[in-house]
């Protein structure tokens, strides 16, 4: 059990995963909103041996060597790698705290998303359709930017609707070139679709202005990634071409709120992983890791 557990910020877990937590730590305080700055971070964690902390604050080297009682930091958010962690991972490794994240509990609010968006815009059931006459998700020429969970799971939502899907990633994915997704260099990609979806990793920036020439206009971009997986100021250019489109769903993803009243972007201003289940399954992988490594330290103990 852990001797006391901060809870920095809002996590986004539901009442009965904040409940849980109560039993492994001898003491949990949870704060209403988040630090305003690092001097605050460290006062609220104290002495706290356990701290979970969701995507909005940054828990620096200097927060971590200060707060010496850590030896647990469990994000309550996807944590893809090191490089793209708002957590020091690697200066929590130095001074020997485990840091542990979750993956994968938003994704089918995604893909929820991008078809509820694109099926309108496609039709013009809530503004002018894409073409004249309305289309079907049939025979659509889709590029999807990182082939990773939620670019697989939009993949399939829209196969089974007929799209035609073509993809890019770092590396290739022979499992889902099996299922009929074609994988495609990134400036053949952009040219030979009508519809990218950006699902890319925090912080990695794919589309700069040579790719939004290379995609030109009367195309439709959806940003589904955590962050703008592209340049802010080139996405604006492009969008000074003709009949060019973006959709995102919330500001992070946009990248430049100045694009919020654009006539169009689409921007919901809100997380499309932010249901009830989305909820649940956060809560429990939290729990989950928490657990792993308390189990961890008293099987280690029991060696000893």
Not at 16 to 38: F, H, K, M, Q
Not at 58 to 84: D, H, P
Not at 113 to 131: A, C, D, K, M, T
Request: hydrophobic share 35%.
């Amino acid at each position: 059990m852990f001797k006391k557990c901060v809870i920095l910020e809002p996590v986004g877990m539901n009442e009965n995963a904040r409940l849980r937590v109560n039993d492994l730590a001898e003491t949990v305080i949870e704060y209403p909103d988040s630090p305003g700055d690092e001097d605050e971070i460290i006062r609220r964690i104290g002495d706290a041996d356990c701290l979970l902390v969701s995507w909005k604050t940054n828990v620096g080297a200097s927060v971590l060597k200060a707060c010496r009682q850590l030896r647990y930091i469990g994000m309550c958010c996807s944590l893809y790698s090191e490089a793209s962690a708002n957590v020091d991972i690697a200066a929590a490794r130095e001074l020997g705290i485990t840091v542990t994240g979750i993956r994968d509990y938003g994704d089918e609010g995604v893909v929820e998303y991008v078809l509820y968006e694109l099926i309108g815009f496609l039709n013009g059931y809530r503004q002018p359709s894409f073409r004249p006459i309305p289309l079907e998700l049939t025979d659509l020429k889709v590029g999807i930017l990182g082939m990773g969970t939620t670019g697989q799971i939009i993949a399939r939502g829209l196969m089974h609707f007929g799209s035609k899907i073509q993809y890019y990633s770092r590396t290739r994915k022979p499992e889902q070139e099996a299922q009929g997704m074609v994988y495609q260099p990134l400036d053949s990609l952009l040219e030979h679709n009508d519809v990218i979806c950006e699902c890319l990793n925090k912080n990695a920036i794919v589309m700069g202005w040579e790719q939004f020439q290379r995609l030109g206009d009367h195309k439709i971009v959806f940003n589904t990634s955590i962050g703008p997986g592209h340049d802010p100021e080139a996405l604006k250019r492009w969008l000074a071409l003709p009949d060019t489109h973006f959709f995102c769903d919330s500001e992070r993803a946009l990248g430049d709120l100045t694009l919020l009243d654009h006539p169009r972007v689409r921007c919901l201003r809100t997380s499309a992983g932010n249901s009830v289940q989305c909820i649940e399954r956060l809560g429990q992988k939290v729990l989950a890791n928490m657990e792993n490594f308390l189990q961890a330290q008293s099987d280690e103990h029991s060696v000893q």
